[in-house]
Nanobody, 115 residues
Framework: QVQFEESGGGSVQPGGSLRLSCAVSSRLFRTFPMAWYRQAPGNQRNQVAYIGAGGTTTYADSTLGRFTISKDNTKNTLYLQMNNLKPEDTAVYYC?????????WGQGTQVTVSS
């Protein structure tokens, strides 16, 4: 079973930046699409960025222009560069397959944006 290990979260002021990483335990990492999700307290977990196996990317409207998803197939690692962070970006961030509704999730990484 594939495992996901997120890291890189922290506390930043509005306008700050963070880079999240997700280590994926699969030799087939390069062959499948991936996504980043986030879940704020009391809210559902929502997909915020997607990257296809070939590198095509899409973003939720709330993150477009500020977040960049990328991956390094040599390291089996997914990234999320987050710039110009806003308080509403505060959430636990997860990586997983796109449009995933199952129960296999990593521990996530907390991002807190406040002044």
């Amino acid at each position: 079973q594939v495992q996901f290990e997120e890291s890189g979260g922290g506390s930043v002021q509005p306008g700050g930046s963070l880079r999240l990483s997700c280590a994926v335990s699969s030799r087939l990492f390069r062959t499948f699409p991936m996504a980043w999700y986030r879940q704020a307290p009391g809210n559902q977990r929502n997909q915020v960025a997607y990257i296809g196996a070939g590198g095509t990317t899409t973003y939720a409207d709330s993150t477009l222009g500020r977040f960049t998803i990328s991956k390094d197939n040599t390291k089996n690692t997914l990234y999320l560069q987050m710039n110009n962070l806003k308080p509403e970006d505060t959430a636990v961030y997860y990586c997983n397959y796109p449009n995933y509704s199952g129960e296999t999730w990593g521990q996530g990484t907390q991002v807190t944006v406040s002044s």
